[in-house]
């Protein structure tokens, strides 16, 4: 669905539930290394 990062785009913002998220690579670059964070509203 492109919405996971990948080597190109290395974060990417979805929302999930009204929710906002972040997802950046890991620190290995990989693409089964993903950090998804819960992004704070401001």
């Known amino acids: ?3 996971l990062p990948n080597e190109d785009r290395q974060q990417t913002n979805f929302t999930i539930g009204g929710a906002p998220y972040t997802a950046t690579l890991g620190l ?3 693409q089964n290394d993903i950090r998804v964070f819960l992004t704070h509203r401001t």
Request: charged share 35%.
């Open 28 to 30: 290995s670059r990989k």
């Open 1 to 3: 669905m492109g919405v």
